[in-house]
């Protein structure tokens, strides 16, 4: 079992950065991709970003240039820096981690970008 913790949205003018940080616990030795979804009101939820345990980076057409995925594989932690902030960013951003046999979801933070 892994669980993970989501912190870091909020609300913040276009333009603007944010941090979302996710913290894993559990069973984190058997990680294999760690990922950034958002899922928006109406909408179904999508891939922002992921990162595999080798350091191999998958991102959205959407975010290229504005955000970045890493991940601290000492402190067990995924983050997700979002630059340059766009309306269409509001959304609900859930961390997930994979292990190959299952997958683990955050609760969620929430990230309201104001025009």
Do not use: H
Not at 26 to 49: C, D, F, H, M, N
Not at 75 to 85: A, F, G, H, R, V
Request: charged share 15%; hydrophobic share 30%.
């Amino acid at each position: 079992q892994v669980q993970l913790v989501e912190s870091g949205g909020g609300l913040v003018q276009a333009g603007g950065s944010l941090r979302l940080s996710c913290a894993a616990s559990g069973s984190t030795v058997s990680i294999k991709t760690l990922g950034w979804y958002r899922q928006a009101p109406g909408k179904q939820r999508e891939l922002v970003a992921s990162i595999t345990s080798g350091g191999t980076i998958t991102d959205a057409d959407s975010v290229k240039g504005r955000f970045t995925i890493s991940r601290d594989n000492a402190k067990n932690t995924l983050y997700l820096q979002m630059n340059d902030l766009k309306p269409e960013d509001t959304a609900v951003y859930y961390c997930r981690a994979s292990t190959g046999a299952n997958a683990y979801w955050g609760q969620g933070t929430q990230v309201t970008v104001s025009s």
